[in-house]
């Protein structure tokens, strides 16, 4: 079945420090979503990623969908305190099953003041 | 989100009882899914409604079972738990796709369930 792998598992930084994190897929998506999971809360959508090469930018935050669209990223600058979390990629394979999503591991983000 | 609501919030419960996690959304939504949540595993599907007639196994159904008693009402049950059925568990709820891109899914607020 389809599999979604992210990376990296943990990333800590100071605050003022960039972070990106990268999700692959196994199988060629129709598009990608990202979720933000502030710690003891739940999933909380950030963005859709529809086409190949898409780019995307929320404020601080830059999401990238390949060209292949079989993986995606997002970069964070200049992170704040309030960036502490655990980001997650999920994938929509498509077909028959459109808009079931598989997730990525997610990236837990750590911020040090 | 209020708009999804789950019951119980926190169960503790023992190996080989039966038990059921409710899901409600005003939301409206058509489509709902059932996830466990366990560290460095990410969000597993376990089981998937698209309408009130429409159930799919998700990836990792073995073990439970759910109903869909009405289109706002999501039900997953554990027949028998077993300790590795410790986890967090949450309730999503979407509308239907449009054009290419799927719909948000929107989130409960987990249960936290341990089986001892």
């Known amino acids: 079945g389809q599999q979604v792998m992210q990376i990296p598992q943990y990333q800590h930084v100071q605050e003022g420090e960039d972070f990106t994190t990268y999700c692959n897929s196994s199988?060629?998506?129709?598009?990608i979503q990202w979720y933000k999971q502030r710690p003891g809360g739940h999933p909380v959508f950030l963005i859709q990623?529809?086409?190949?090469?898409e780019v995307k930018k929320q404020k601080r935050l830059t999401f990238q969908f390949g060209e292949a669209k079989k993986n995606s990223s997002l970069h964070i600058t200049a992170t704040q305190t309030t960036d502490v979390g655990t980001y997650f990629c999920?994938?929509?394979?498509?077909?028959?099953?459109?808009?079931?999503?598989?997730f990525g591991q997610g990236t837990i983000l750590t911020v040090h003041p | 989100d209020a708009d999804v609501t789950q019951t119980p919030r926190n169960r503790i419960t023992k190996t080989g009882k039966r038990i059921m996690l409710e899901c409600s959304q005003t939301?409206?939504?058509?489509?709902m899914y059932w996830y466990r949540q366990d560290p460095g595993l990410g969000l597993r599907l376990i089981y998937y409604?698209?309408?009130?007639?429409?159930?799919n196994k998700g990836e990792i159904s073995d073990g439970y079972s759910v109903s869909r008693q009405a289109q706002a009402k999501f039900s997953l049950s554990l027949e028998s738990a077993i300790p590795n059925q410790t986890a967090l568990y949450f309730c999503?709820?979407?509308?239907?796709?449009?054009?290419?891109?799927?719909?948000?899914?929107?989130f409960g607020p987990g249960t936290r369930l341990t089986v001892t």
């Open positions: 999920a994938g929509d394979a498509g077909g028959t099953s459109y808009g079931k999503l598989t």
């Open positions: 990623l529809v086409k190949s090469g």
């Open positions: 939301k409206g939504h058509d489509r």
């Open positions: 409604s698209f309408d009130v007639k429409d159930i």
């Open positions: 999503a709820t979407s509308d239907l796709p449009v054009g290419q891109g799927a719909r948000e899914q929107y």
């Open positions: 199988t060629t998506l129709s598009n």
